[in-house]
């Protein structure tokens, strides 16, 4: 068994305490990507909260609904090909044409991004109307249970 040093292993390659600071961090390529998918968040869901989460813009009303993770933001050392856009109910959207990945996991999805070009702003609206309306049902469903177990 190796033996643990005092030193803690770094999730992640950066720490920052505004999203300005993220946006002065992310490499031009990345940035114009990030700046595109923000404004398709923005616009189909405006009234939505963007803050840092895990050093990267999460974009929120009731709960998380999308992120943007740009791949010089690392986690545990590990980085991946291309801006991802991660739905976290990623697994309650409809995706019919398999356009999300998956991975191995269970609850969020994720396109990656290489290129603005990519992008295919109609069919990401679709999933992002989609993302906040299931926000929204899952919103009223905790409230009527809230509202059951007070009476």
């Known amino acids: 068994m190796k033996k643990q040093t005092g030193k803690k292993k770094q999730m992640q390659n950066v720490n920052f305490k505004s999203i300005e600071e993220f946006f002065e961090f992310i ?13 398709i968040i923005l616009e189909c869901i405006p009234d939505c909260e963007e803050r840092l989460s895990l050093n990267v813009p999460f974009y ?9 993770w740009p791949p010089s933001i690392t986690w545990g050392g590990v980085s ?12 309650l959207l409809q995706d019919e044409i398999g356009y999300l990945n998956r991975g191995k996991r269970k609850q969020v999805y994720w396109k990656d991004f290489s290129d603005v070009k990519g992008i295919d702003e109609k069919l990401l ?22 509202k059951r177990s007070l009476s």
């Open 27 to 39: 490499p031009a390529d990345e940035l114009k990507i990030v700046e595109a998918l923000r404004k």
């Open 60 to 68: 929120r009303r009731h709960s998380n609904i999308c992120f943007i």
């Open 80 to 91: 991946h090909k291309g801006v991802q856009l991660g739905f976290t109910n990623g697994n």
């Open 125 to 146: 609206q679709t999933y992002l109307h989609e993302a906040a309306l299931i926000d929204s049902e899952k919103a009223k469903k905790k409230s009527k249970k809230i």
